[in-house]
Each structure stands twice: as C-alpha cells, then as structure tokens.
C-alpha cells in the first residue's frame, strides 16, 4: 500500500498560535500549536511575534519557523492522531531539561 504524500500548500494565522493549513489535497485544518511550545526547539515560539513568522518551505512544503522548528507534512496533516503525543512530549521531555551527567 502507498503512502499519500502531502505538502502544504497555504496557511493563515487565526489565532496567537493557531494556523489554518491548507493542503495538496484539499483538507482544511486548524491547529492550536500552544500546547506544544516548550523546550529548545519549539519554545522559542511561545513569543507571538516569533510565532508569526512562520512560513512555508518552498522545498519540503511544510512550515517551518525561524528557529529550525518545522513538522511533517503528514503529521499536519493527520494532527488529531498526533497531537496527544506531541502534547505528552511538550509536558514531560521538552519541559524538563535532561540533566548532565
């Protein structure tokens, strides 16, 4: 069986941290990232301007942010089956520093 590809193909801001991605497939889905936004990668984007800056890549054709944040497609995608893990690594992993050894 093969695996859909898919790519973003626009976005809007409708919130501090929600965007409304469009994808090559036609679906339309909001997402509210604020849940995620913790640790070295993603916690950059917790200042809105940040944020905002937001954009999509013209190679991979997903979004990707300033800091090197980005996200499979297809995790966008199919964010719903997604989101309680990355909210579950947001909470635990991405809050907690490792300690050093």
Do not use: C
């Amino acid at each position: 069986m093969k695996h859909p590809i898919y790519s973003v193909k626009a976005f809007e801001q409708t919130g501090t941290y929600s965007l409304r991605i469009r994808f090559n497939d036609g679906l339309v889905r909001t997402i509210d990232f604020e849940p995620i936004l913790n640790g070295e990668l993603f916690g950059p984007l917790k200042a809105p301007s940040v944020f905002a800056r937001v954009v999509i890549d013209q190679e991979i054709h997903t979004l990707v942010w300033p800091s090197g944040a980005d996200f499979d497609p297809a995790v966008l995608h199919d964010w719903p089956e997604h989101e309680a893990a990355y909210i579950k690594a947001a909470s635990e992993r991405w809050s907690h520093p490792t300690a050093l050894a």
